[in-house]
C-alpha cells in the first residue's frame, strides 16, 4: 500500500506570496492532519480534516487554510507569507479520527520563505 | 497544552538503556510515541490508552501512569538505529474531537 504523499517536497516563496500544499493519503484512509515542524515550536497542530468536515483547528491565524476532497486528498493554503512560515509542512492520515487510530506522517513539504 | 519531555538530548553507546519522559499539566487519554529520524517523516511506534497495559515492540516499550499524567518510553539495549528524536504527543479526552498535542521531543544519538 502506498504511503502518504505530499507535493511539492521542496518550496521557496517570498514574502506576501501565498503557497498551496497538497497532501495524498494512504488509500481508504479519511482523516487528514495538518502540522507546521520548526526547530523552534517543534510539531504544532494545523488543523484536521474528516470525509471533507474540518474536525479540529490548530491555534493559527487565518492566513492557514485548508481543504479535503471527496477522495480525501488534502490541501492547505497559507497566504500572505510571512518569514516565520518557513518550516516543514507535514501532514499525516489515519483510517478514522479518534484516539485509538495510528496517523501516518508524509514526508512534509520544506518551505522556505526569503 | 503541550507536554513536556525530559531529557531534551541524550547520548548512549550500543547496548545502554534510556528512558523518555513526557508529562502533561493535564488528564491525558492517549499518549502516542513517534520517532524522527532526520530528514525524515516521524514514524508511529506506539499509542498508549488509559487505563490500557504497557505496550512493547521488540526492545522498547511504554507505560502511562494516567495519576501522574505521565507517560515514559523505555529502549534497552539501544542500537545504532534507535538514534533520531522521539515525539510524545498526547489527547486529553476520547471524545475525536481533541487533536494530538506534540512535546518538542528528545534528541537520541546512539554511538558505537
Known amino acids: 500500500k502506498a504511503g502518504v504523499t505530499q507535493t511539492p517536497r521542496y518550496l521557496i516563496k517570498t514574502r506576501g506570496q501565498q503557497v498551496t500544499l497538497s497532501c495524498s493519503p494512504i488509500?481508504?484512509?479519511?482523516?487528514v492532519s495538518w502540522y507546521q515542524q520548526t526547530p523552534g515550536q517543534g510539531l504544532q497542530f494545523l488543523f484536521e480534516y474528516f470525509s471533507e468536515t474540518q474536525r479540529n483547528k490548530g491555534n493559527f491565524p487565518g492566513r492557514f487554510s485548508g481543504r479535503q476532497f471527496s477522495n480525501s486528498r488534502s490541501e492547505m493554503n497559507v497566504s500572505t507569507l510571512e518569514l516565520g512560515d518557513s518550516a516543514l509542512y507535514l501532514c499525516a492520515s489515519s483510517f478514522l479520527t479518534g484516539v485509538q487510530e495510528t496517523q501516518y506522517f508524509g514526508p512534509g513539504t520544506r518551505l522556505l520563505v526569503l | 497544552q503541550q507536554p513536556v519531555q525530559s531529557p531534551q538530548a541524550v547520548i548512549l553507546r550500543e547496548g545502554e538503556d534510556a528512558v523518555i519522559n513526557c508529562s502533561s499539566s493535564k488528564a491525558l487519554y492517549s499518549v502516542h510515541w513517534y520517532r524522527q529520524k532526520h530528514g525524515e517523516a516521524p514514524v508511529f511506534l506506539m499509542i498508549l490508552l488509559k487505563g490500557g497495559e504497557q505496550k512493547g515492540h521488540e526492545k522498547i516499550s511504554a507505560s502511562f501512569n494516567e495519576k501522574k499524567q505521565q507517560s515514559s518510553l523505555y529502549l534497552t539495549a539501544s542500537q545504532l538505529s534507535y538514534s533520531g528524536t522521539y515525539f510524545c504527543?498526547?489527547?486529553?479526552?476520547?471524545?475525536?474531537?481533541?487533536?494530538?498535542?506534540f512535546g518538542k521531543g528528545t534528541r537520541l544519538s546512539v554511538i558505537a
Open positions: 504527543g498526547t489527547e486529553g479526552s476520547n471524545s475525536g474531537n481533541t487533536p494530538l498535542v
Open positions: 488509500s481508504g484512509h479519511r482523516s
